[in-house]
């Protein structure tokens, strides 16, 4: 093990040590040592006992803290540490100008325990507002975010999304016949590969301007890999005769086990491969089967859900009514409840559900009963001014750790509805987080159970959750399920929605919206969804103002 290596042990354990108030003159003490031993020119490993006690600030505590890291590669002491520490609180000492002072106040004092909490707190102006924080470290730490964000090889559907954009632009600008496909095409939630199709043969790299001729490099006649400017996720373009463009592009916007499916003995890659049609739609026909839009290509029964469904039947924009979970400035959003409201039926919706945080989230300026009232007063009044557009009053509970709703029955009994959601206290076993969240879906004033496994695309994992026991429960107790359409989240995995719909678990296609552009966020949602085959009648904010008003009074206790 290397002098820095150690070194990085030793100060991310003085880092740990003072984010959790512990041994602060130790904790201090352990920067400068990590400095000193960096900077050795001698491998700690090599040198003797004798001689690492020489070493300045190196005593026999440390020295046996150091023999234990070149023994087991880490220390007893700092696998605690860790152990005591969320993830993303972690992922936040990788950002430039965070210390472990700061992260203290951000994580204890604001609640801030992720990196994707951190942005939208500095998105806010939250962050700028805090104490020793101001206006250059929030845009310091924005911009070391985003820098972060890039590096991970991999990119959430919005973000693959505008490079591909930008790369196909400048490819549409050189050759005549450019098309997007792969994961873009299938809407896939996190994006590890951009690929592009090309019209016709290509083989002179010379002919390529300045950001693709350095980059890109040639894997063989008829492909080019590489990647484009800063951004380090992989680009691959193909390029293909005009004969079998539509063959190529078929396969190339689906996954292997779509063209798996099998009939009469021959697989539908197969047919693909032997035959040359003009469109996509031809090869299904040309099959026996009904055409199979490019999301849903993933090899799971969508052949038998094109037998009992129509691509038409799918959820789209269009068959949206209203938007239910949304924030305002009466807790952490950027809007006040009355631009929101505008700018949804401004969409051409026909309901809008504002959910502000409750009271337990204070970090996000939850509602206290007070403000509930006050709240629900301007809401009256908004309605007179907006009709018949319509704000329906609901609220985002937090669910308590022991999967109690974050209010007493009469403040609950006030609303139109109610999103129960986790946004504290995510280290959970299995059987905890099931407990919790059974518990408040059993809560007969639950009517939406947000993000149900509170995961983070690219920066945090979700809690582990039985999702078949959850689903059961949401069944059984008439909750409906959010597909969270913040590319942060598209939570719940889009692979489980068939299971709500085998279960009758209707879905809500949710923005999570903060500011006025988030309500476009819903269209990651639909991606999602329509790849798991929901359809209109399916979706819960895509009922009428007079249905989804009928369903909420029918439901509530």
């Not at 108030?21 to 001698?42: C, P, Q, V, Y």
Request: hydrophobic share 40%; charged share 25%.
């Amino acid at each position: 093990m290397s002098n820095a290596e150690i070194a990085d042990i030793i100060e991310l354990t003085g880092k740990l040590l003072t984010l959790h108030d512990l041994d602060a003159n130790r904790a201090k003490a352990f920067g400068g040592i990590s400095f000193n031993i960096d900077r050795l020119e001698t491998d700690l490993a090599a040198m003797s006992d004798d001689e690492i006690l020489k070493v300045r600030g190196i005593g026999k505590s440390l020295l046996a803290t150091i023999k234990e890291i070149l023994e087991k590669g880490s220390s007893e002491e700092l696998d605690s540490l860790i152990a005591q520490t969320p993830e993303g609180v972690l992922d936040m000492f990788k950002v430039k100008g965070l210390g472990a002072s700061k992260i203290k106040l951000l994580w204890q004092e604001l609640g801030i325990d992720n990196l994707n909490d951190l942005k939208i707190a500095c998105e806010s102006g939250k962050i700028a507002e805090a104490k020793g924080f101001g206006e250059k470290t929030q845009v310091k730490i924005l911009d070391s975010i985003a820098f972060i964000k890039q590096q991970s090889g991999k990119l959430k559907m919005d973000q693959a999304a505008e490079v591909s954009l930008l790369v196909s632009e400048k490819l549409s600008s050189l050759f005549e016949k450019v098309e997007v496909v792969g994961a873009i095409t299938r809407k896939l939630e996190t994006v590890d590969k951009l690929s592009f199709l090309i019209e016709g043969s290509f083989s002179n790299k010379s002919v390529l301007p300045g950001e693709f001729k350095e980059l890109m490099k040639v894997s063989s006649p008829f492909v080019w890999r590489g990647t484009y400017e800063e951004n380090k996720i992989l680009i691959e373009i193909f390029f293909v005769e005009k004969e079998v463009f539509a063959q190529q592009k078929l396969l190339l916007n689906g996954g292997r086990e779509h063209f798996n499916y099998s009939k009469d003995g021959q697989s539908f890659h197969h047919f693909v491969k032997t035959n040359i049609f003009d469109s996509s739609e031809q090869y299904y026909s040309g099959f026996g089967e009904s055409y199979i839009v490019p999301e849903m290509r993933e090899g799971l029964d969508e052949f038998a859900w094109s037998k009992e469904n129509s691509n038409d039947d799918l959820i789209s924009w269009d068959k949206l009514k209203g938007s239910l979970h949304n924030h305002s400035k009466y807790s952490d959003g950027k809007n006040s409840l009355k631009e929101m409201a505008e700018a949804c039926r401004d969409l051409g919706l026909d309901y809008f559900g504002i959910a502000d945080h409750s009271q337990t989230a204070a970090y996000a300026n939850g509602l206290i009963a007070g403000r509930v009232v006050q709240q629900h007063e301007e809401i009256d009044q908004l309605n007179k001014e907006l009709a018949p557009f319509k704000i329906l009053k609901g609220i985002e509970s937090d669910i308590l750790s022991d999967g109690s709703l974050d209010y007493e029955k009469d403040i609950l009994a006030s609303f139109d509805y109610v999103v129960a959601s986790v946004h504290a206290n995510l280290d959970m076993t299995e059987e905890k987080a099931n407990e919790r969240l059974i518990k408040a879906i059993e809560n007969p004033y639950t009517t939406i159970l947000g993000h149900p496994t509170g995961r983070l695309l690219l920066s945090r994992a979700g809690y582990p959750i039985d999702h078949k026991k959850i689903i059961d429960a949401c069944a059984a107790n008439k909750v409906v399920m959010e597909i969270n359409a913040s590319p942060y989240r598209l939570d719940i995995d889009w692979r489980w929605i068939p299971y709500c719909l085998e279960k009758g678990v209707m879905l809500s296609i949710n923005p999570d919206a903060h500011k006025i552009e988030g309500f476009q966020d819903m269209h990651y949602g639909i991606a999602v969804a329509r790849k798991a085959g929901l359809t209109k009648s399916m979706a819960f904010n895509a009922l009428s103002l007079q249905e989804i008003e009928t369903y909420l009074k029918s439901v509530k206790p």
